[in-house]
């Protein structure tokens, strides 16, 4: 089992800019595919980006295709979320996950899950 836990979120104006952080504990981190989904209020758990084990291969909901980045550094066992020109639609609480595969489908099963962090995009 991975241990994940986020950082970085906030209030922000619509426009801004915020990078989450997601530091994993353990020695497999650099094994498998990371990623990071959104929950909305009232709404259900969605997928925003994700990253294959190496980061070469990065994967994002078309919602924000253009204004997110993905990255990782096996290194430091951390990833991030670059997230630029927010909305107020981009408001959720984000979560940072552990895929237990090397490289992300839509299929692939999530073992592990951080707590979330909190991002408000205000308009």
């Known amino acids: 089992q991975v241990q994940l836990e986020e950082s970085g979120g906030g209030l922000v ?3 801004g800019s915020l990078r989450l952080s ?8 650099s094994l498998y595919a990371m990623g990071w989904f959104r929950q909305a209020p009232g709404k259900e758990r969605e ?12 994967y994002y909901a078309d919602s924000v295709k253009g204004r997110f980045t993905i990255s990782r550094d096996n ?20 979560y940072c996950a552990r895929f237990s595969t ?9 073992p592990d899950w951080g707590q979330g962090t909190q991002v408000t995009v205000s308009s």
């Open 102 to 110: 090397r490289t992300y489908s839509a299929y692939s099963p999530v």
């Open 47 to 58: 997928f925003v980006a994700a990253t294959s084990w190496n980061g070469y291969s990065t």
């Open 22 to 29: 997601c530091a994993a504990s353990g020695r497999t981190f």
């Open 75 to 94: 290194a430091q066992n951390t990833m991030f979320l670059q997230m630029d020109s927010l909305k107020p639609e981009d408001t959720a609480v984000y």
């Open 13 to 15: 104006q619509a426009g």
